[in-house]
């Protein structure tokens, strides 16, 4: 089943796209909070986000940025803007399509229907991330490594994922504890060492040693 994510502040549209997206049997994410999207989109690993540019905290264009800067997945805005820099900026900043309101339901619907089915129904690789021959299935939270799998619990996948896609780059273990926990204040740090660890030992499992590398003072890597 799809996830779609709505990042929208108005409640009763929210509710009213939710509802109808569920009608067509999709998994639907409302983002209530608007504090940390980022983090529940890594969290959450919707296929799909439909994005409200005015919104409280920092608008559309900010967290559209800050998740192209971790994933490629398909972005509606969904805005009462109807300038046509409005539109030409969602779509430089990276959005897919851009639906303004008041908007057809029907129409929105068939919308994300299209783009889901763009990115994901002929290209497989949507779902999955891979590095060094390891593949993450995103659909199922798994990891695979050749002819070997295992799966993943909610804190190692999300690890895991957030790793991946920051190949290259150090994620600072203050990062990590706030996507997992939000407010990492309350977690205690060898809470995320048990769960560094524990996924470590899963991909050595599968026959790949030193998949993580730690960087001491700073956090952990995979290159």
């Not at 709505?6 to 409640?11: A, K, L």
């Not at 919308?111 to 199922?140: F, P």
Request: net charge negative; hydrophobic share 45%.
């Amino acid at each position: 089943m799809f996830r779609i994510m709505i990042v929208e502040d108005d409640d009763k549209i929210r509710t009213i796209v939710a509802d109808a997206l569920r009608k067509w049997q999709y998994e639907v994410i409302e983002i209530t909070s608007f504090e940390h999207i980022l983090n529940e989109f890594i969290t959450e690993h919707p296929h799909l986000i439909v994005l409200d540019i005015n919104l409280p905290m920092y608008d559309g264009f900010y967290w559209c940025q800050q998740i192209r800067s971790v994933s490629k997945v398909p972005i509606i805005f969904l805005s009462s803007r109807d300038q046509n820099m409005d539109v030409i900026m969602a779509i430089n900043m990276g959005g897919d399509d851009f639906v303004q309101k008041p908007f057809d339901l029907g129409v929105l619907v068939a919308k994300v229907s299209a783009l889901l089915r763009r990115n994901y129904t002929y290209q497989d690789e949507g779902l999955q991330l891979s590095h060094r021959q390891l593949i993450v299935h995103l659909s199922n939270s798994s990891v695979q490594y050749i002819d070997q799998t295992a799966e993943l619990t909610r804190n190692e996948f999300i690890i895991l994922q957030t790793l991946m896609r920051s190949i290259g780059k150090i994620v600072s273990r203050d990062d990590l504890m706030q996507v997992l926990w939000n407010d990492e204040q309350f977690i205690d740090d060898n809470t995320l060492t048990v769960n560094v660890n524990r996924l470590r030992r899963k991909i050595a499992m599968l026959g790949l040693e030193d998949f993580i590398a730690t960087r001491k003072g700073m956090g952990y890597i995979v290159e």
